[in-house]
């Protein structure tokens, strides 16, 4: 079983900056790929972003391509999204996922019920 912590949320300006990260504990963080989730007040989580085991492999929703980056530190147990440029239409919860579904992970990576365990959530506002 794997826990996942978040942090790095807050408030921030229209075009500012942040950095989440998510701490995962157990020994076997490098089985996991990773994701990133987001939750808007009335609106469903929808995917962001995702890294593969290695962290060889990355992935984007099309509403944050080119302005978040996506990175993993496996001696860590970390993941972490960097996120630039950021607009109003970011401000969510930011929630990080653990997935041990295999190579169909790939296929299915944008998708939440791929994903074994979540994190408890982390704030974003993003004031315009």
């Known amino acids: 079983q794997v826990q996942l912590v978040e942090s790095g949320g807050g408030l921030v300006q229209a075009g500012g900056s942040l950095r989440l990260s998510c701490a995962a504990s157990g020994r076997t963080f490098s089985t996991y790929a990773m994701g990133w989730f987001r939750q808007a007040p009335g609106k469903e989580r929808e995917f962001v972003a995702a890294?593969?085991?290695?962290?060889?492999?990355?992935y984007y929703a099309d509403s944050v391509k080119g302005r978040f980056t996506i990175s993993r530190d496996n001696a860590k147990n970390t993941v972490y999204l960097q996120m630039n440029s950021l607009k109003p239409e970011d401000t969510a919860v930011y929630y990080c996922?653990?997935?041990?579904?295999?190579?169909?992970?790939?296929?299915?990576?944008?998708?939440?019920?791929?994903?074994?365990?979540w994190g408890q959530g982390t704030q974003v506002t993003v004031s315009s």
């Open positions: 890294i593969s085991w290695s962290g060889g492999s990355t």
């Open positions: 996922a653990a997935s041990r579904y295999g190579s169909s992970w790939f296929r299915d990576k944008e998708t939440r019920s791929t994903y074994d365990y």
